[in-house]
């Protein structure tokens, strides 16, 4: 199917013969990139400028545009024009507050504290309340928040609207699936040991208190996937109390044995079978028995892309992870060893007076 896509400009449409669109379940900025028709003198528009993406008539970005590249010869001429979502100012601008301080505060109450820029923040992730959060100065938004969103498995991410997005785990599921023989053009896939360890520790202290649980306490997880020992040792980024302990310890195993599988499927069509633009962040069952899989698999990225005419192609090119490595469950299924590798266990906790 051949989308209608349009790259409005400054209150108007830009238009152009082929672009590429990616979004990440792991970044931050969802980024586009057009290849601009433009007959008249000068560029067809300058950085900075306002810009939205529609799909079909559906709003799939919403940011600036970030650079114009021109060039040509001595009869012809190309231009290129790059897009961001309005969270690139969270990702690089500073923080501009007076105090730079809240107390009693989840992640969620700290990104709306300090999005001085007026973002905009979604999301409900479980997280735990700080006693005070403060602001180093000089500090991005998604810099202060990172350290707080990594100790706690939430994953920074970006919406359609250009607003910043807090998520914990998958966000739904993909009508149809992914299946060899119908709609898996070229697919790569890897399964590897690397950022995998036998056993993760997670150690911290509490600011409060001189009782050993203050001073140093440990949460640990294991991957019995891991067939030898390799143990890793973490320092917890922040107060340390046992249940964050505990978590932390387990979506490190848990992200470690989501990225020890991945593949990449490239797909005709921008579209699931119920007709939803491919997501990120998003479950879609993956069946190929060349690749031995055979189970859930959560999209990590998805790059859409379409050439100047239908024949040259409307594809989606599908980053896919195990879902525990976006703070899913054990996908289970029927896929070759390797794949269907053991969930991490149960996370535990001691103190150094234990």
């Known amino acids: 199917m051949y989308e209608t896509v349009v790259f409005n400009v400054a209150g108007r449409p830009l238009p152009h013969k082929a672009c590429r669109l990616s979004a990440s379940a792991e970044g931050a900025v969802r980024e586009a990139t057009?290849?601009?028709?433009?007959?008249?003198?000068?560029?067809?528009?300058?950085?900075?400028?306002?810009?939205?993406?529609?799909?079909?008539?559906?709003?799939?970005?919403?940011?600036y545009v970030r650079d114009v590249r021109g060039s040509h010869g001595e009869t012809d001429r190309s231009y290129e024009v790059t897009f961001v979502s309005r969270t690139i100012d969270a990702v690089e601008c500073s923080i501009d507050h007076p105090t730079g301080y809240k107390k009693d505060c989840d992640l969620l109450d700290i990104a709306r504290e300090f999005d001085t820029l007026g973002?905009?923040?979604e999301g409900?992730?479980?997280?735990?309340?700080?006693?005070?959060?403060k602001v180093i100065p000089g500090e991005s938004l998604f810099q202060t928040l990172e350290t707080d969103a990594r100790a706690q498995g939430v994953l920074i991410?970006?919406?359609?609207k250009g607003k910043l997005k807090l998520a914990d785990k998958p966000e739904g599921r993909h009508a149809g699936g992914l299946v060899r023989g119908r709609n898996i053009k070229q697919a790569d896939a890897q399964i590897t040991g690397a950022g995998r360890f036998s056993s993760v520790k997670v150690r911290g202290q509490n600011s409060t208190g001189v009782a050993s649980p203050a001073l140093r306490s440990e949460g640990a997880a294991t991957d019995d996937g891991v067939k030898r020992k390799r143990p890793r040792i973490l320092p917890y980024e922040g107060e340390a109390t046992s249940a964050r302990l505990k978590k932390r310890a387990k979506w490190e195993a848990q992200r470690g044995a989501g990225n020890g599988t991945s593949c990449s499927i490239v797909t005709p069509g921008w579209r699931d079978g119920a007709g939803r633009l491919w997501t990120r962040n998003y479950l879609v069952p993956v069946d190929d028995d060349w690749l031995g899989i055979n189970q859930d698999m959560v999209i990590a990225e998805v790059v859409l892309e379409q050439g100047?005419?239908?024949?040259?192609?409307?594809?989606?090119?599908?980053?896919?992870?195990?879902?525990?490595?976006?703070?899913?469950d054990n996908p289970r299924g029927s896929s070759a060893s390797g794949w269907g590798a053991p969930l991490a266990s149960d996370p535990s906790y001691r103190d150094e007076g234990e």
Do not use: Y
């Open 119 to 121: 973002i905009g923040v």
């Open 308 to 328: 100047a005419d239908a024949n040259q192609g409307t594809v989606a090119t599908l980053s896919l992870k195990d879902p525990r490595a976006l703070g899913g």
């Open 34 to 63: 057009f290849t601009v028709i433009h007959v008249g003198a000068g560029i067809p528009c300058q950085p900075d400028d306002v810009a939205t993406i529609a799909v079909s008539g559906e709003v799939w970005g919403t940011g």
């Open 157 to 160: 991410q970006d919406t359609e």
């Open 124 to 133: 409900s992730p479980k997280t735990e309340r700080k006693a005070r959060h």
